[in-house]
């Protein structure tokens, strides 16, 4: 009986306390590989943007695919979402330098935990 009653705690420790802690876990680690999507986006569309001649003639998405013109005079200089509502204007190659430290940044938190793996 005293083993039945210890497996029993082992079970419902697993279940409530592990497995919550994994859920938590996988939620942090998606949210990492998301940002990491992101960053990868980014890098490609400044990447374009490098080779674009101004002015450039762009869509812009207002949401629910409702698309309008746009006209950038100069391309040379974005902004970049820093966190917690700040914003720089960047040349080009300092936004793409930005990208790859917030890229090893990311990486870095994603190495944190353990087993974690790229996504595929």
């Known amino acids: 009986m005293a083993a039945a009653e ?4 082992y079970e419902a420790f697993v279940s409530d306390v592990l497995q919550r802690d ?7 680690r998606d949210a990492v590989f998301e940002q990491q999507a992101q960053v990868l986006q980014l ?13 450039l003639h762009t869509q ?11 006209e950038v005079p100069d391309p040379r200089r974005v902004f970049v979402a820093l966190g917690f509502g700040f ?9 793409l330098r930005h990208l790859e430290r917030r890229s090893s940044l990311l990486q870095r938190a994603c190495g944190s935990c353990r087993g974690c793996r790229s996504p595929p």
Do not use: I, M, W, Y
């Not at 400044?46 to 001649?53: C, K, N, V």
């Open 60 to 70: 812009v998405d207002l949401g629910c695919n409702f698309f309008v013109s746009a």
């Open 43 to 55: 890098r490609s569309a400044l990447s374009r943007l490098q080779d674009a001649a101004a002015p």
């Open 22 to 28: 994994l859920r938590r876990v996988q939620e942090q």
């Open 6 to 9: 210890k497996a029993q705690r």
């Open 87 to 95: 914003f720089a204007e960047l040349t080009l190659p300092e936004a």
